[in-house]
Every structure is written in C-alpha cells, then in structure tokens.
C-alpha cells in the first residue's frame, strides 16, 4: 500500500522539484504524489508539477472571504483525492488546528534555519544578522504555529564571513533539496511516533 500525499507550495517550487526529481528516479518507495496544490494560481509550483505529469490544483487565496472557506475548499481537494499526509514546501500559509486534525502527524513542512531558532520570514537574514556561525535547515511536524511543531530531521551548513543572504541561502537551499525528500520516505516508512516534542523515527 503507498501513502498518497499532496505537497503544497505557493512560489518557485524548488523543494517540490527535487521530490518530482527523486519521485522520477523511483527513490520514493512507498509514496504516490497524487496532487500539488498552491493557494497562488501564477505559482512556478505549478508549472513544475504538470511538467512531471502531476495533477496541479490551485485553490486561490484571494477568491475566499476568510482562511476557513479557504482551507474548506483545500480539504475539499486533498479528500477528494484520497491523500493521506500533506508536504508544505514553501507554502505561505499558516494552517489551522482544525485543517491540521484532519492528517493527524502527518503534514510536514521545510523551514531554511535550525529550529527553534529564526522560525517565520527571511530565516537566512535572521540567522545572519543575529550572527550564527552555523545555520541549516529543519523538517518538522506542522502544528498551529508558525515553525513550531515537532523536528523530525536538521541538517547544517557553516556560515562564511563574507556570506550574504543570497549565498547562505543557496547553501542551506542544497541541504533542504537533499533533507524533504528524506522526510516523505518518513511519512511513508511511519506512522511517526512522538512523545510531546519529541519525535522518534526509525
Ligand atoms: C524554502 O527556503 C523553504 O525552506 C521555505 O520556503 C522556501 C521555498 O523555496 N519554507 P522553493 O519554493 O521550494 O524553491
């Protein structure tokens, strides 16, 4: 039996790209890409996703008075496709509790810093500015918070004197290429136990 997931993305789509890629090279056993969705229409995600054959759904933002009628019509789409565990890869949206209860410890998300530290926006800056000497990226358990549920998986990349964001990023970005793709084979090799904040895996 293969786990049907979704991954969600609301912009250029890289980390959607490198699990179409792994997906392409059969090294996601166990996993069905049934839908890739985004609550921006114009989304690059999108693009990728029809590129490799994958039903593209956007469910736009703006056409709904409130993020309840907008998460009802992303649920709607996600059930009706039978999909199991949702994958935000760069996807811009808090989600609410109520959304989440519906993939109970099974929507994770990629976030570009070691988390706990600089979770919500411009990561690298914030990890930048406040002067670390070691930065990374987290794939974590999504809860109702911005970047805050459970760690399933950290990887970390040096900072350079000379870095800019740019430059940072770029380097964090090739580890996050390499890190999501390794937490879908999670979802897929789970369920994931957890224990408050801690998750076990393997
Ligand atoms: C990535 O840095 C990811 O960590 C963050 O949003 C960015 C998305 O990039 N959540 P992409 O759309 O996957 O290229």
Excluded: W, Y
């Excluded at 179409?20 to 069905?32: I, K, N, Q, W, Y």
């Excluded at 839908?35 to 989304?43: E, I, L, Y």
């Excluded at 990890?127 to 794939?139: N, S």
């Amino acid at each position: 039996m293969s786990l049907r997931i979704a991954v969600l993305a609301s912009g250029r789509g890289s980390n959607l790209q490198a699990i179409l890629d792994e997906r392409a090279a059969s090294r996601l056993p166990g996993v069905e890409l049934v839908m890739v969705g985004s609550d921006v229409p114009g989304a690059a995600a999108l693009d990728r996703a029809r590129a490799a054959g994958v039903e593209a759904v956007a469910v736009d933002r703006q056409a709904f008075a409130d993020r309840a009628a907008f998460e009802a019509a992303l649920l709607a789409a996600l059930r009706d496709r039978g999909v199991e565990a949702v994958v935000l890869a760069g996807f811009m949206r808090l989600l609410s509790p109520a959304f989440l209860g519906a993939f109970p410890d099974r929507v994770i998300n990629i976030h570009p810093s070691l988390l706990p530290s600089f979770p919500g926006l411009h990561a690298v800056r914030q990890a930048l500015e406040h002067g670390v000497k070691v930065a990374g990226c987290t794939v974590h358990l999504v809860d109702g918070g911005t970047d805050s549920g459970a760690i399933l998986l950290q990887a970390a990349v040096p900072v350079m004197a000379d870095d800019t964001e740019d430059a940072l990023g770029a380097r964090i970005l090739v580890e996050e290429h390499r890190l999501l793709p390794e937490g879908v084979r999670l979802l897929a090799a789970g369920p994931i136990r957890r224990v408050g904040r801690r998750a076990t895996l393997g």
